[in-house]
């Protein structure tokens, strides 16, 4: 006998109507002038589409990172997926490592702790999906514009490293995030 009360069926709620406010967005990372290359720990990240272009829903990032680059360990609410198109990456999620190579995609959830870094020979560019959207505008407050998809940001001494730790530290919240310093 069919329980009436199953939630594994699909929903049979309506598809909403389309928003003609919204606009079809193209990016095109390595021509188009408009789309910000944002320098953050050594690497460079061009937001593709923010949370202004999805409703929300999301921001897609292209990740631009050098040797050895990647951010610190941190932890966020927000999921977070990348599909590795260069490179390999070494994801150390909750203790344990694991190296995603070009063509590999690796999601990380909400909440754990985790970090990467390019491992490859040469530079790794990655396509990263924040859900909800909001992780763009954080690297849109703390790191420095660049010029390209690939222009690495200024090398920091160590009195312009700990004053980016320090700003991290303070605006790491506002985003959702959190820095895991030993």
Do not use: W
């Not at 590795?84 to 590999?104: D, H, N, P, S, W």
């Amino acid at each position: 006998m069919m329980d009436d009360t199953d939630d594994s069926s699909p929903s049979t709620t309506p598809i909403p109507a389309d928003d003609p406010r919204r606009n079809l967005v193209v990016a095109r990372p390595d021509t188009d002038e408009s789309l910000p290359h944002v320098g953050v720990v050594g690497d460079t990240y061009t937001i593709l589409l923010s949370g202004d272009d999805t409703a929300g829903r999301y921001c897609l990032i292209d990740m631009h990172l050098p040797l050895e680059g990647g951010p610190p360990p941190h932890r966020h609410d927000f999921e977070e997926t990348f599909t590795v198109l260069q490179g390999e990456i070494e994801l150390t999620f909750r203790g344990g490592k694991v190296v995603a190579r070009t063509g590999e995609t690796v999601n990380i959830p909400a909440n754990a702790p985790h970090q990467f870094k390019n491992v490859s020979a040469g530079p790794a560019r990655l396509l990263c999906i924040c859900s909800p959207a909001g992780q763009e505008d954080f690297f849109l407050a703390l790191g420095q514009r660049g010029e390209t998809r690939t222009t690495p940001p200024p090398p920091l001494d160590e009195a312009a490293r700990a004053a980016l730790i320090a700003r991290t530290l303070e605006l790491a919240p506002r985003y959702r995030s959190e820095l895991l310093l030993p």
